[in-house]
């Protein structure tokens, strides 16, 4: 089977996995010093278990953070690093179309192929997925995953005709056929960006305010529960072996990784070896 995406030379995948490892022990030094809690997750947590560090054609971190830790970094990062870094979401850059936030270092591209159109300043980036409260309640936990990822994904379609969903033949067709008219719609009556993302916004923080839930969620993903974490699986966090340093993880990261993608520890066949190769990249001049 032919792969679906391109893949990079040597030289260049170890340039990004090393421009990503400055930016996260830029990221880990901001929050060790401000006592902000962090750790590792799904294809970093792979990495990290199977790998000692990145997954080998990997290109990309993730890192995951409660809501107020995450919203403290921000200012931090803003203060204390805004000359190397800026902060991608659509709070500070509405053409960006997704509700995770990228650390992304300045004088730095990476414009992924399903992101090429975003008039936005893509760089090479630390990926970063708040989580907040999911709530106790079935019914109510339920409406809450719905509406955030629902938003969410009207965020996307606000900005990109075609998503790239990962089916094939006569589902792919029918999909991008809705999803180009559900663009359209939206790009006609001039729905804000903005708009749209505080809905989103509204929806995964809709619990926050309670002192204390079971669960924590990152709503907006390819599912509501893909990033579905239970306090006592997170805390107490290990350290693990990750390139030339060790990172935070959930202390029972297996039962989210399982979730994910079954049998992680097995290599995946060539043809799943996915990657984000871009369409436009440069690296810091140094």
């Known amino acids: 089977m032919k792969k679906e ?31 902000l809690t962090y750790f590792g997750i799904a294809g970093t947590g792979i990495g990290a278990l199977r790998h000692q560090g990145f997954i080998p054609w990997d290109d990309d971190i993730d890192v995951a953070m409660p809501r107020d830790d995450f919203e403290r970094l921000v200012r931090f990062i803003e203060k204390e690093k805004g000359d190397k ?3 991608m979401d659509t709070k500070h850059y509405p053409n960006y179309p997704l509700m995770t936030t990228r650390i992304t270092m ?40 719905r509406d955030a990822w629902f938003w969410s994904k009207i965020l996307i379609l ?7 969903l990962g089916f094939t033949g006569w589902k792919k067709k029918v999909i991008h056929a809705i999803c180009g008219l559900a663009h359209l ?18 929806a995964e923080t809709r619990y926050n305010h309670y002192e204390k ?11 509501p529960y893909m990033n579905l974490y239970y306090l006592k699986d997170i805390y107490p966090l290990r350290k693990l072996p990750f390139e030339d340093i060790e990172l935070n993880f959930p202390c029972n990261i297996d039962r989210n990784l399982r979730a994910m993608y079954g049998d992680y520890m097995q290599l995946p066949p060539e043809e799943k070896r996915k990657n984000h190769y871009p369409f436009e990249l440069q690296f810091p001049r140094r």
């Not at 903005?194 to 809905?199: A, D, P, Q, V």
């Not at 839930?213 to 599912?223: A, S």
């Open 213 to 223: 839930t079971e669960r924590l969620d990152f709503f907006c993903d390819t599912t």
């Open 106 to 145: 300045r004088g730095t591209k990476f414009k992924e192929e399903a992101l090429k159109s975003i008039d936005a300043p893509m760089g090479i980036f630390l990926d970063l997925y708040p989580l907040d409260k999911m709530s106790d309640d079935p019914k109510e936990a339920k409406k809450q995953a």
């Open 158 to 164: 606000r900005s990109i005709p075609f998503p790239m």
């Open 5 to 35: 995406f391109k893949e990079y030379d040597e030289e260049t995948l170890q340039k990004i996995q090393q421009t990503e490892m400055e930016i996260l022990k830029d990221f880990i030094e901001v929050c060790e010093k401000h006592n």
């Open 185 to 202: 719609g939206l790009k006609i009556l001039h729905v804000p960006r903005l708009w749209i993302y505080k809905k989103a916004y509204e």
């Open 85 to 87: 870094y800026l902060i």
